[in-house]
């Protein structure tokens, strides 16, 4: 029994073991701290850029985007807004493709430090925001609305929104830019969320 347990242990750790050593080939290593540059150092990512208003509509890598609106929640938790980019995506191409909110939204601050989407924000969302559902896929010539969260420093006014178009082949060598100034940031709209417990 004892000669088991350790032969499945030792499997165990070999198994884990393996999709890090995987993982590490070839690849440049992203911090994980929201003040850090987690995509401006990379060459090929973002090299193309489209810089776009809000409410403007740009069309990269057989997908359709738009900012339609910046919404301030009125959450603020240790130090952080949590604010949402009312986005819509459009799939013109003939295959469905994953969206991941971490995998395809970051914001660029005027400090040029970048922040990714935040958990605590999504988790906000989906207590709060009746109906909120995060943004998993866009099915083939399908448009879609999503809520993207982030939770900034409440001093942060003005940002750059950027979404890479990836499409089926998840390309990043493509970003989406809007600048957002304070004046372009709305309040959440009266029952957009509710009071929740802490």
């Given at each position: 029994?004892?000669?088991?347990r350790?032969?499945?242990?030792?499997?165990?750790?070999?198994?884990?073991?393996?999709p890090a050593a995987g993982?590490?080939?070839n690849?440049?290593?992203i911090e994980?701290?929201s003040s850090?540059s987690?995509?401006a150092d990379?060459?090929?990512?973002?090299?193309n850029?489209v810089d776009?208003?809000?409410e403007?509509?740009?069309e990269?890598n057989?997908?359709?985007?738009?900012?339609?609106?910046?919404?301030n929640?009125?959450?603020?938790k240790d130090?952080?807004?949590?604010?949402?980019?009312?986005?819509?995506?459009k799939n013109t191409?003939s295959?469905?493709?994953e969206i991941?909110?971490?995998?395809n939204?970051?914001?660029?601050?005027?400090?040029?430090?970048?922040v990714l989407?935040?958990?605590r924000?999504?988790i906000?969302?989906k207590?709060?925001?009746?109906g909120?559902?995060p943004?998993?896929?866009v099915?083939?010539?399908a448009?879609?609305?999503a809520?993207i969260?982030f939770a900034?420093?409440?001093s942060?006014?003005?940002?750059?929104a950027?979404?890479?178009?990836?499409?089926?082949?998840?390309?990043?060598?493509n970003?989406i830019?809007?600048d957002?100034?304070?004046?372009?940031?709305?309040?959440?709209p009266?029952?957009m969320?509710?009071?929740t417990a802490e």
């Open positions: 029994m004892k000669k088991a350790i032969a499945v242990l030792l499997v165990a750790a070999v198994l884990s073991l393996t993982c590490r080939k690849k440049k290593p994980k701290s850090a987690a995509y990379i060459s090929e990512v973002g090299k850029k776009v208003k809000l403007e509509k740009a990269v057989e997908t359709s985007f738009r900012v339609n609106r910046v919404i929640s009125g959450r603020v130090g952080l807004k949590y604010i949402y980019l009312d986005v819509t995506i191409s295959d469905n493709y991941n909110p971490l995998n939204f970051y914001l660029i601050l005027p400090d040029k430090s970048e989407t935040d958990v924000a999504d906000y969302a207590q709060a925001m009746e909120y559902e943004i998993t896929e099915k083939a010539g448009e879609v609305s809520y969260g900034i420093d409440e942060v006014s003005d940002f750059t950027c979404f890479f178009p990836t499409g089926t082949a998840d390309d990043k060598s970003v830019r809007c957002v100034k304070a004046s372009d940031i709305i309040s959440a009266d029952g969320f509710k009071e």
